[in-house]
């Protein structure tokens, strides 16, 4: 479990990092052609504006995996070793429930609202290969919600699973904070 962990977290650490260089990349060019040259692209804010949407919704996962997300286990380490493991895939479990729910009318609202072009592109596009070229559609902005919290669900959910293992061996919860800060300060 442990192992499928690392690999979720190293091919999202990986998709991150990408997304980071690109939207740090056009940001450059962008500040670099209206202060250098008194011009700008076009679609540089706009791609800068939903590149920082992906990166949020897929860095909360990462932010989840880093302990870095808001959250007060002091009744969990408090209990019992078992009951607290118990506590923390309750609170799981309910994570998953919201994030199913958000992810249903994440789905819906992309699916209803995200047929229009994505404005700078359907510009650009436009004057490079004439008024009726496909235009990617605001759809892939707004499935960012959707995909983004489907895979922080999965997240919770290898969690649950690797709690259920702790409970068999007699682990706390604290003990898996601990051994994830060991493995990430080496």
Avoid at 13 to 29: A, D, N, P, R
Avoid at 111 to 118: E, Q, V
Avoid at 144 to 172: C, E, H, K, S, T
């Amino acid at each position: 479990m442990r192992a499928m962990r690392r690999t979720f977290d190293a091919i999202l650490s990986t998709c991150l990092i990408w997304m980071l260089v690109v939207l740090l990349g056009v940001m450059l060019v962008q500040i670099f052609l209206r202060y250098g040259f008194s011009t700008s692209l076009i679609w540089g804010e706009e791609v800068c504006r939903y590149l920082l949407v992906w990166v949020s919704f897929l860095g909360a996962i990462l932010a989840y995996e880093r302990g870095e997300i808001a959250s007060v286990p002091m009744l969990r380490d408090a209990l019992p070793r078992r009951l607290g493991l118990a506590l923390a895939m309750f609170s799981n479990a309910c994570g998953v429930v919201l994030l199913a729910v958000l992810v249903w009318y994440g789905c819906i609202y992309a699916h209803r609202l995200g047929s229009a072009p994505i404005p700078a592109m359907k510009f650009l596009l436009g004057d490079l290969f004439g008024p009726d070229v496909a235009v990617p559609s605001m759809f892939w902005i707004y499935v960012a919600l959707p995909v983004g919290l489907a895979l922080f669900a999965l997240r919770l959910a290898m969690d649950i699973l690797l709690y259920a293992r702790m409970m068999n061996r007699g682990q706390r919860a604290s003990d898996l904070r601990d051994d994830l800060a060991r493995e990430m300060h080496g």
